[in-house]
């Protein structure tokens, strides 16, 4: 079995009305899945729902082939990391800021450090560690977020528009440089997006949800020639 992530008949419910339905879904170990539709959709839910920070009305998601409401939350959660539209990061310098889960998890100082340094410099802000967050700008700051949940050495990697706040040029070379480490580091990741073109880019497969549901997986490709139904083709059209 190379599915780390399988999900059956899934339901979540917000303020009692149906958020996000998946019949079925299998995400592969080193995948990267990149989520697209509408605003609305239940693109964020589906990601809270893998963090387990929104339980299901009904339905199942495995995490290495077991239930994930039947994990320790803590367990689970430090299998995961979770990179978000704005940095939110502490006020303190940037080492401090990638540090800070190692440091929650009593992580070894030497450890520590050579963790912070390797993806420091991964994520291109090795020259930063010692200015202050407040000083970074937005795409600096979305670079040490992005070092700061790749230190944690996550099984799963959690990405809801980690570019949107960003300009344009910053948001296309952000794009390129993770592309490239997620190629190299096969590390599962489920990145949402509202461009397909970017989707295309670093997705290996991209999901389509509208209305609130899983309409369509498959390649790029695939969902361009062979749109699942009426609310795919029309989502495509207004891209």
Do not use: C
């Not at 339905?59 to 994990?71: D, V």
């Not at 998890?105 to 410099?121: L, P």
Request: proline share 4%; hydrophobic share 40%.
């Amino acid at each position: 079995m190379n599915e780390l992530i399988s999900i059956r008949n899934l339901l979540i419910q917000r303020n009692e009305r149906d958020a996000l339905k998946i019949a079925s879904l299998d995400i592969q170990r080193g995948e990267t899945l990149a989520i697209v539709g509408p605003n609305g959709a239940g693109k964020s839910t589906f990601l809270l729902a893998l963090a387990h920070l929104i339980k299901p009305k009904h339905g199942e998601i495995l995490f290495n082939g077991k239930p994930i409401s039947h994990m320790n939350e803590l367990e689970y959660r430090r299998k995961i990391s979770f990179v978000f539209q704005d940095p939110l990061l502490m006020d303190m310098t940037v080492g401090h800021n990638i540090a800070l889960g190692l440091k929650f998890r009593g992580t070894d100082r030497d450890e520590m450090r050579a963790r912070v340094i390797r993806w420091s410099k991964a994520m291109g802000v090795d020259s930063l560690l010692r200015r202050r967050a407040g000083q970074l700008s937005g795409g600096e700051a979305q670079r040490v977020s992005l070092a700061r949940a790749f230190v944690l050495d996550p099984e799963l990697l959690l990405m809801d528009e980690p570019f949107s706040a960003v300009d344009p040029p910053t948001r296309a070379q952000l794009l390129k440089d993770l592309s490239n480490l997620l190629s190299h580091d096969h590390r599962t990741t489920i990145i949402v997006t509202h461009n397909l073109t970017e989707a295309a880019q670093i997705g290996n497969r991209i999901a389509v949800i509208v209305h609130g549901e899983l309409k369509q997986v498959g390649t790029p490709k695939e969902i361009k020639a062979k749109p699942a139904d009426q609310s795919v083709k029309d989502f495509l059209r207004e891209l």
